[in-house]
């Protein structure tokens, strides 16, 4: 039988293990409200917490292991464009369901969703603007969007941005995040594809750049129009790029798929891009493409390049005389 001493050591230890679960239990919710009030957030790659308010200076990449992670239009904008300077065109455009389509769900009811969690009318916000100094139009897909799926204003939109740059003369960016022509719209978002490649055709024959980006994903309709038809065609690391999806070529093949299969870096091992560009190095790397393809007279850094060859082979010249 246990002494008295025996028994306060044993009410002891139990009361240590129910302090430690009680504690450890307060921690857990502590800990967990703390991600729920956007404190802090959780990579899905490799696991590690990272307070927001870093991830977000870093552009929403993991600064532990480089995990691009999804952002939105309106983020995508503040990283490209210099402040104050961005111009959104047709923002009034809206949807409308003359096929009167039904799921599970009637598509009218589904775009109202859609409008009211996003606060977006459709799947593309397109506007002109500056990207380092140099004057661009930006079409920027949002994934929120019923999957980015390109439906009639998508591509009115983006057609329209690509004409008006075309007249202005501007370089042409499209950020692209979908997965493909909206079911729902049936032909009608088939017929934007067509659409879209004409209106890229005009451009690239007034001898205009075009520069698609692609991000997490890239698919179906999307991918085989204009994510495709860039003068330059870049992607960010690891983003899914491809047409059919990974299980519909599998059950057609009947054989297993590589595991980096339709990711960035297999499509630019392929050269279905020209080059994989991390997302803090993005914007850079657009106006360094931007600038080379600018006349001289409207590039600044490479007139005074010009300036300076002109200035050092005259003095050449008048040395030789």
């Known amino acids: 039988m246990a002494t008295n001493e025996e028994s306060r050591g044993l009410m002891s230890l139990l009361d ?20 729920a009030d956007g404190l802090w957030n959780k990579c899905p790659e490799c696991g590690v917490l990272t307070y927001n308010k870093d991830l977000m200076a870093n552009q929403m990449v993991c600064l532990e292991c480089g995990h691009h992670m999804r952002v939105d239009s309106n983020e995508r904008i ?3 464009i210099d402040a104050n300077t961005w111009k959104p065109i047709d ?8 096929l009167q389509f039904r799921d599970r769900k009637a598509y009218s009811d589904r775009l109202r969703e859609y ?13 002109f603007g500056q990207i380092d100094g140099l004057p661009a139009a930006l079409g920027v897909m949002d994934f929120r969007f019923l999957g980015g799926s390109m439906g009639s204003v998508v591509g009115e939109k983006l057609t329209r941005l690509i004409e008006q740059a075309t007249q202005k003369r501007y370089p042409v960016v499209i950020v692209c995040a979908s997965g493909g022509a909206r079911m729902q719209e049936a032909m009608l978002s088939l017929m934007q594809m067509a659409k ?7 451009h690239r024959a007034a001898q205009l750049l075009y520069i698609p ?12 129009s204009f994510a495709m038809l860039g003068d330059i065609i870049l992607a960010e690391p690891k983003a899914t790029i491809g047409f059919a999806g990974r299980r519909v070529i599998e059950q057609t093949l009947r054989q297993k798929l590589p595991d980096n299969f ?5 499509v630019l091992k392929h050269g279905f891009v020209d080059a994989i560009v991390p997302r803090t190095q993005l914007k850079k790397t657009l106006a360094q493409l931007i600038a080379l393809h600018q006349p001289l007279t409207t590039a600044p850094n490479l007139v005074h390049l010009e300036t300076v060859l002109n200035e050092g082979l005259g003095a050449e010249a008048g040395a030789r005389g």
């Open 196 to 202: 879209i490649s004409a209106a890229l055709e005009r």
């Open 78 to 80: 503040s990283q490209l």
């Open 213 to 224: 980006v692609l991000t997490n994903p890239t698919t179906g309709g999307v991918t085989a």
């Open 115 to 127: 409008q009211e969690k996003t606060g977006l009318n459709d799947a593309v916000q397109t506007g």
């Open 262 to 266: 339709q990711t960035a870096e297999d």
């Open 16 to 35: 240590w293990f129910a302090n430690r679960r009680k504690s450890g239990s307060i921690s857990q919710e502590r800990h967990e409200r703390d991600i």
């Open 91 to 98: 923002e009034n455009l809206r949807p409308a369901d003359p």
